[in-house]
């Protein structure tokens, strides 16, 4: 049930551009994503609804496929900022508000 | 900063124990999720609580219960404490029960010895 991210880690020079997936094995009604930093609190990025909506953030945006029950997040031209662990949680329909997160993937971005 | 909070920061427990553990969601927002986050893993759903109602439950035994009081703070309290319950725990705060954003407070560190 929980969603699947991956690659399970990054490493990138600042500039860089990365992807990261997030793929279920359910019927999705939407998909978070969070970064969150080493002893840190989660921290959100932005929510994604079913239709194959895409979202952008300065930088960072993120596509939803409903269909392939699939979400992927996209970082531009990286920045040190960018570093951290993030996570998608997915919501299935008739779990509305029940937020299920991936294990997280480790991004490291260097000078 | 997020305006959620939570108390204690950290704890230190004997099997065994009961603990609880306490979130003050931000201002305007009326649900407040539990999560469990061992080292290395991502979130794991506990509970929901909408309007002072339980609103949604994952995969964690009765002796993780939970309120939500009228000023819509929320408690989580954990009976019989077992190793294995030691992990960071992090309630999130949101001004509706799906389809929006949720602010996370800093987490309480429990460990079980």
């Known amino acids: 049930q929980q969603p699947v991210q991956s690659p399970q880690a990054v490493i990138l020079r600042e500039g860089e551009d990365a992807v990261i997936n997030c793929s279920s094995s359910k019927a999705l009604y939407s998909v978070h994503w969070y970064r969150q930093k080493h002893g840190e609190a989660p921290v959100f990025l932005m929510i994604l609804l079913k239709g194959g909506e895409q979202k952008g953030h300065e930088k960072i945006s993120a596509s939803f496929n409903e269909k392939k029950q699939q979400s992927s997040l996209y970082l531009t031209a990286s920045q040190l900022s960018y570093s951290g662990t993030y996570f998608c949680g997915t919501e299935s329909p008739g779990n509305t508000g029940k937020l299920i997160f991936g294990q997280g993937t480790t991004l490291q971005v260097k000078p | 900063e997020t305006g959620v909070t939570q108390s204690p920061t950290h704890l230190i427990k004997t099997r065994g124990q009961q603990v609880t553990l306490r979130c003050s969601s931000q201002s305007g927002h009326n649900t407040v999720s539990w999560y469990q986050q061992a080292l290395g893993q991502g979130p794991q759903f506990i509970f929901q609580?909408?309007?002072?109602?339980?609103?949604g439950r994952g995969n964690f035994p009765p002796r993780f219960s939970g309120l939500q009081f009228p000023n819509y703070s929320s408690e989580l309290n954990v009976n019989a404490l077992e190793l294995d319950d030691s992990a960071l725990y992090l309630c999130?705060?949101?001004?509706?029960?799906?389809?929006?954003?949720?602010?996370f407070g800093q987490g309480t560190r429990l460990t079980v010895v």
């Open positions: 999130a705060s949101s001004g509706g029960p799906s389809n929006t954003e949720a602010f």
């Open positions: 609580y909408y309007r002072e109602e339980e609103n």
